[in-house]
């Protein structure tokens, strides 16, 4: 789709920078302006993300009650069950959350639930078979926050119940020992865009303070913390949230963790994902490591990710890597007929482009899978979309993704009649009906979008962050910008704007790709635009990039990475 071009608005902050003496390209420092780094300690701040900078986890609403209901299930020996999601964050803070009470004297077993079998989150028939194996403390990791139906049922059977999660809470939250929850009514933790394995790591940080006061450290070393943080990086930038504050750290330090992964299951993975030794990228991390261990709890169940996440076995991990990486070769081929099916069915409906949102449903569709579809649905078509796989008995289980301008959970709050269950946020959510409400549900659905959102909502936005010269566009420039990585939600690539530059080379290379060289000034670039081969790209035009360094064959490059372009206006 065409994009709608949008420059921020910006003032060079360079001179004030270079006053105070900042090592750093005036037009990094510019950049990092016009996303609110406005005075030189934000600047450093943001450039030299550091752990002292880590927020005190007691101001978690509950942490108190958490820990102290831990150290006391640990000095009897009770057993615990960490129940965790079956997505990335969930797998991950999982992982964490057993490993560390395992390695500090905790007696620990997990549980991670099956998509098919026993649906999203806390299930009350999985807990009483973890009850029926002698469990006494059930500690919930990126799920658990609207179980008030099972924390009361914890409560009957004398069981203690600790959610950890980040999701949005209900009015009512559940009747638990204790509840940990940025977003929970009078938390005073002011980052409140924790993923659930950073709400874990809090956790973490919590207890290894409450040993060391208690002298359970003495004679052997402190647990260091830093060797889970590639766990809390792995599930923070898998479940896209933004990579500022509090994730900025987590982040940052933990693809430092993955660049030399002391874990042989991080180890195995990285290479079935063909990821060399050496720095590790966000993008790898969301491209490449995540679906893989995604892949397993979509196709069947999540717990060899677990499993290799926790082994200490190279062979071990090895075995359980190529597992995961065969299940997301499956999942790939499932995603790519699940989604020509759905682009089929929106073009031959003869109302697009009219409609205002996007619902299917099938009963040939793989339920772990839809929700992927629906976010290549959305880039594809800028509608919020939901897509349904039914069954056989009449049922169906959705899974939507939405645009800027429109709150998903509050439009299925509007459209609740038709459902027998929903829950999620803004921009990502599941749902469950009856086959027979689809037809209704699609219409109410569709009513909700049209009264939300205009014409000018369905076209996507390209956020520019400053537009140069030709000459501003230097090697020095694309390695400044690297130290405002790592790039993700909240913290994308910066991209520049150059205008009225002349088209004096294009071929296509690869798959749709095209290859320019581009002059204007007496300065020429070479640009790289992927996926755009079917642009008209001739005479003068403008670009949309982001500038980096190319290696190939040994040499370094400046190459301009272009995100759209245009006819020069």
């Known amino acids: 789709m065409n994009k709608k071009w949008e420059l921020k608005d910006s003032f060079n902050a360079g001179k004030v920078a270079a006053v105070k003496g900042l090592q750093v390209h005036p037009l990094v420092v510019s950049i990092l302006a016009v996303r609110g780094c406005v005075t030189v300690e934000d600047v450093i701040t943001f450039l030299n993300p550091s752990l002292s ?39 991950t803070g999982t992982a964490l959350l057993v490993s560390f009470l395992r390695a500090t004297g905790w ?155 002391s874990r042989p299951g991080l180890s195995a993975l990285k290479r079935v994902a063909g990821i060399k030794d050496g720095p590790v990228s966000c993008g790898q991390v969301g491209f490449r490591l995540a679906p893989r261990l995604n892949a397993a709890g979509r196709m069947e169940s999540a717990v060899p990710g677990v499993d290799l996440l926790m082994s200490d076995s190279p062979e071990e991990s090895l075995q359980i890597a190529v597992e995961l990486d065969t299940a997301n070769a499956e999942r790939q081929a499932v995603e790519r007929r699940i989604f020509d099916d759905a682009v089929a069915m929106v073009e031959s409906c003869g109302r697009y482009p009219e409609i205002f949102s996007i619902v299917l449903a099938s ?27 039914l069954t056989e008995d009449g049922q169906g289980k959705g899974s939507g993704r939405s645009i800027p301008g429109f709150h998903l959970l509050d439009a299925l709050t509007a459209c609740s009649q038709h459902l027998a269950r929903f829950g999620g946020h803004r921009y990502a959510a599941g749902l469950g009906l009856t086959e027979s409400e689809v037809p209704a549900f699609a219409k109410a659905f ?69 290859r320019l060289r581009l002059k204007r000034d007496g300065f020429s670039f070479v640009a790289i635009a992927f996926n755009l081969a079917d642009r008209e790209v001739s005479g003068s035009i403008d670009v ?26």
């Not at 880590?54 to 069950?81: F, N, T």
């Not at 020095?476 to 530059?501: I, T, Y």
């Not at 190939?552 to 372009?565: E, F, I, P």
Request: with cysteine.
């Open 53 to 91: 900078d880590m927020l005190d986890p007691a101001l978690l609403c509950g942490m108190d009650s958490a820990v102290s209901r831990l150290l006391a299930a640990r000095s009897s020996g009770e057993k615990i069950c960490v129940y965790g999601d079956y997505d990335v964050d969930g797998i």
């Open 107 to 261: 007696n620990c077993s997990y549980f991670i639930p099956n998509r098919f079998d026993d649906g999203y989150g806390l299930n009350s028939a999985s807990i009483e078979s973890i009850i029926g194996l002698g469990v006494t403390l059930i500690v919930s990791v990126d799920c658990g926050i609207t179980a008030v139906d099972e924390a009361l049922l914890c409560r009957r059977r004398g069981v203690g119940l600790i959610i950890v999660d980040h999701h949005a809470p209900q009015e009512v939250l559940p009747d638990a020992c204790a509840v940990l929850n940025p977003l929970q009514t009078g938390c005073d933790y002011p980052f409140k865009s924790l993923a659930g394995v950073g709400v874990a790591f809090n956790l973490l940080v919590a207890l290894r303070s409450a040993l060391r006061h208690a002298g359970a450290f003495e004679g052997r070393p402190v647990p260091d913390l830093r060797k889970w943080l590639d766990l809390v990086a792995l599930g923070t930038i898998a479940d896209v949230v933004p990579l500022t504050g509090q994730n900025r750290i987590y982040a940052y330090y933990g693809l430092k963790q993955m660049a030399e992964p």
């Open 363 to 389: 009963d040939q569709w793989h339920q772990g899978v839809i929700g992927i579809v629906a976010s290549r649905l959305v880039e594809r078509y800028h509608r919020p979309t939901i897509l349904i796989a």
């Open 446 to 514: 569709e009513a909700a979008a049209a009264r939300t959102l205009t014409g000018s909502d369905l076209v996507p936005r390209l956020t520019i962050d400053f537009e140069v010269l030709p000459g501003d566009v230097t090697k020095e420039l694309a390695l400044g910008l690297k130290l405002l990585e790592p790039f993700g939600m909240g913290n994308p690539e910066p991209l520049l704007l150059l205008r009225r530059m002349t088209v004096v080379e294009r071929r296509t290379v690869g798959e749709g790709h095209l």
């Open 544 to 569: 949309v990039f982001y500038p980096e360094m190319n290696e190939w064959n040994g040499s370094s490059t400046l190459q301009l990475r272009v995100k759209d372009l245009r006819t020069a206006e």
